[in-house]
């Protein structure tokens, strides 16, 4: 029992120092540790030619870059004004999201499978009047129903371009100091039809999020300290780039060591997941039932889950013959619900046939 405590206490004074906003935790990472990776994406569609990391250095630099040339086309916001983000599904995502909470704005994503109607109806009830965009964005169905501001967001090329550097974009505030201002827009469907716009807070988006995440092992005397040292790789088939999502992706990246590999958009077929955990060099897989139920009938890819530290279904209910299927070649997570930690099923495989 002693020694239950004794890891519970372990895990908060770990976990101390982390208290703080998005943007200074990025910053902090990256002046103390610039070279550790954070995400990661597939260089092209051919996934053997490899996939490029992303340090937090790099990722810094972007998001300074980036606020830079917000606050030069839309200037700082003291009243947490409204962006839409209409952009191609990259990292783009997570450089936009940190930079407008440096620039005081708080963002509202568009999501791919979103209705005009429905996404419309939250331009409007959020007061938005800025549009950021990428090339190739649909944006003329927006534009022709709302009156928005637009600005085209920079080249993903060149935000990567570590010779071309930029002066920090400074962020002060701590998350005392910063609990309450809103920095992400989501919505939920109310009994009218209508969106019901949620705005998330710095406190509230870092307190929804629960400790310890499926990813870690629970082998050292503090889970957090095995989360701050022992570095992974996880690739998750669900989307990257909602919200909730990217802010769990970064969480993830800055507080347990772990670098987010991004898919590649739109779907997430299930040999593309074969050809990842081929070449991506995956410690953890994250996978919807209905993707983990197609697994069990590749031997291939089954094979390549010996490799994993542990397999996450999230999303559905796992049958229980996938789950018997899945636990000879991996240890299986079934978080119970958002919060409570999730429980490892222990791998039947034995030690000399695992790889």
């Not at 870059?65 to 995502?93: N, W």
């Not at 371009?161 to 939920?188: E, F, K, N, W």
């Not at 772990?258 to 593309?272: A, H, L």
């Amino acid at each position: 029992m002693s020694s239950f405590w004794e890891t519970v206490l372990d895990c908060k004074k770990s976990n101390s120092s982390r208290d703080c906003p998005l943007p200074a935790l990025v910053d902090d990472i990256a002046k103390r540790d610039p070279r550790r990776v954070c995400l990661s994406f597939p260089r092209s569609r051919n996934f053997a030619e490899g996939f490029q990391d992303i340090t937090f250095h790099t990722f810094a630099n972007a998001i300074n870059k980036t606020a830079h040339y917000l606050q030069r086309e839309i200037g700082r916001s003291s009243m947490f004004e409204t962006v839409f983000y209409m952009g191609y599904p990259d990292v783009r995502h997570y450089i936009v999201l940190i930079a407008l909470m440096k620039t005081g704005h708080k963002v509202l994503f568009h999501r791919q499978h979103e209705s005009l109607a429905m996404e419309i109806e939250l331009i409007k009830r959020t007061d938005c009047s800025i549009l950021l965009f990428t090339p190739g964005a649909p944006i003329e169905r927006i534009l022709q129903h709302c009156r928005l501001e637009s600005i085209c967001m920079l080249e993903l090329e060149y935000l990567l371009d570590d010779s071309r550097t930029c002066a920090p974009y400074p962020y002060m505030a701590t998350l005392d100091q910063a609990r309450l201002h809103p920095c992400v827009v989501t919505h939920i469907p109310s009994s009218t039809g209508r969106p019901k716009p949620i705005i998330w807070t710095h406190g509230a988006l870092w307190d929804a999020q629960q400790w310890p995440h499926p990813a870690s092992t629970l082998r050292h005397d503090s889970l957090f300290d095995t989360l701050a040292h022992q570095p992974l790789r996880l690739f998750s088939t669900c989307s990257r780039f909602d919200g909730p999502e990217i802010f769990r992706s970064l969480k993830q990246a800055l507080c347990q060591n772990t670098t987010i590999v991004i898919p590649r958009p739109y779907s997430t077929s299930v040999d593309e997941v074969h050809e990842v955990l081929r070449y991506g060099n995956i410690d953890v897989l994250e996978c919807t039932s209905g993707t983990l139920d197609k697994i069990t009938t590749r031997l291939d890819i089954l094979e390549r889950l010996r490799k994993l530290q542990n397999v996450t279904c999230i999303g559905g209910k796992l049958s229980s013959q996938a789950l018997f299927i899945l636990s000879h070649y991996v240890q299986v997570h079934i978080p119970r619900a958002r919060t409570e930690p999730s429980t490892p099923l222990p791998c039947r495989a034995s030690l000399s046939t695992r790889r």
